[in-house]
């Protein structure tokens, strides 16, 4: 299964740095985690696949309605010093007993929003509610895969105190959209039953901390060996004659990583279709409902509508990070 079938690449639009996977991968990423889901559960979610997809990058535009919602997708890891970080504690409470809340959230709250959305995800499970289900479901789906991604784990995360502005959409948007279709393999495996999220949440951020400097060595050291005519390209989107990275730089790119791209956006759809089965577990797994009773309730349509305007606004201004 190496074709995408249903997932298309938007508009790739240059404006301010956007930090998330990217709308394609994000949609990717949440479609294939339905597939590793046992036989009690992907009914319900197979059938409810096009909302999953369409809904994976809801979190990104909340950051258009809510100033807080940034600070869920990335940690700050070497603000906190160096590798293991043993003065950074895994327990919210304990981070908040050492610094205010406005520290943690400049720097990033990622390991420890993860886990709230699982037990969120477990409740609706208790309850039954399809509609709550699936909003929850397609959004852990949104932030475990940005842990996966090595620069939401560093300060550094554009490139920006290195001269490499722009890598950042480089590594998790521009290589997916021209190779994941085509080159990835998502036959991965079945979902696991995680015994306790917030360690899992805690070792892939830290995974993606160790990762971070590689994704700055390799892209440098690639630079360097390339005429800058070779290392971008000018091609018509949509109408638009937009500079990007070269498919030929970006192929490079990508072998020097021996695979890094295609094994965490693997990675990403283990953790998110296991952090599904978990609260399932973990809600006693109850029948899934198979009516049509899934549409999501009154106050969350609101804050849909609300979000999309704002995005689409952003869109039109090349601001928004899921073009």
């Given at each position: 299964m190496k074709k995408i079938l249903l997932v298309s690449t938007l508009m790739f639009l240059i404006g301010e740095p956007c930090f998330c996977w990217g709308f394609f991968a994000h949609r990717a990423i949440n479609?294939?985690?339905?597939?590793?889901?046992?036989p009690d559960m992907i009914p319900f979610y197979k059938k409810n696949i096009g909302f999953l997809t369409d809904h994976a990058v809801d979190p990104d535009k909340r950051r258009y309605l809510l100033a807080e919602e940034g600070a869920r997708h990335y940690m700050d890891l070497d603000h906190y010093g160096t590798f293991p970080y043993d003065g950074l504690p895994r327990s919210w409470d304990s981070a908040l007993r050492k610094w205010p809340a406005d520290t943690l959230?400049?720097?990033?709250?990622?390991?420890?929003?993860?886990?709230?959305?699982?037990?969120?995800?477990?409740?609706?499970?208790?309850?039954?509610?399809?509609?709550?289900?699936?909003?929850?479901?397609?959004?852990?789906?949104?932030?475990?895969?940005?842990?996966?991604?090595?620069?939401?784990?560093?300060?550094?995360?554009?490139?920006?105190?290195?001269?490499?502005?722009?890598?950042?959409?480089?590594?998790?948007?521009?290589?997916?959209?021209?190779?994941?279709?085509?080159?990835?393999?998502?036959?991965?495996?079945?979902?696991?039953?995680?015994?306790?999220?917030?360690?899992?949440?805690?070792?892939?951020i830290m995974e993606s901390g160790k990762a971070a400097d590689t994704v700055l060595r390799v892209e440098r050291e690639l630079s360097a060996d390339t005429r800058p005519e070779r290392k971008y390209a000018f091609s018509d989107r949509k109408g638009q004659v937009l500079r990007q990275y070269s498919e030929?730089?970006?192929?490079?790119?990508?072998?020097?990583?021996?695979?890094?791209?295609?094994?965490?956006?693997?990675?990403?759809?283990?953790?998110?279709?296991?952090?599904?089965?978990?609260?399932?577990?973990?809600?006693?797994?109850?029948?899934?409902?198979?009516?049509?009773?899934?549409?999501?309730?009154?106050?969350?349509?609101?804050?849909?509508?609300?979000?999309?305007?704002?995005?689409?606004?952003?869109?039109?201004?090349?601001?928004s990070c899921t073009n």
């Open positions: 479609y294939y985690a339905v597939f590793l889901l046992p959230q400049k720097y990033g709250i990622a390991p420890w929003w993860l886990p709230r959305m699982v037990s969120r995800l477990t409740a609706a499970f208790r309850m039954r509610d399809a509609g709550r289900i699936l909003k929850i479901s397609a959004e852990i789906g949104h932030y475990m895969a940005d842990i996966h991604v090595p620069l939401h784990a560093s300060s550094n995360h554009n490139g920006q105190l290195t001269g490499q502005e722009g890598i950042h959409g480089f590594w998790e948007s521009r290589i997916p959209e021209l190779f994941a279709s085509d080159d990835y393999d998502f036959l991965i495996g079945h979902a696991i039953y995680l015994n306790a999220v917030p360690n899992f949440a805690w070792e892939r030929a730089y970006a192929s490079a790119y990508q072998t020097r990583l021996l695979g890094m791209v295609e094994r965490r956006m693997r990675q990403s759809i283990l953790a998110v279709a296991s952090c599904w089965y978990t609260a399932w577990v973990d809600a006693g797994q109850p029948t899934l409902p198979m009516d049509n009773s899934t549409r999501i309730m009154d106050g969350d349509g609101k804050e849909q509508r609300i979000m999309d305007s704002l995005w689409k606004s952003a869109l039109i201004r090349g601001r």
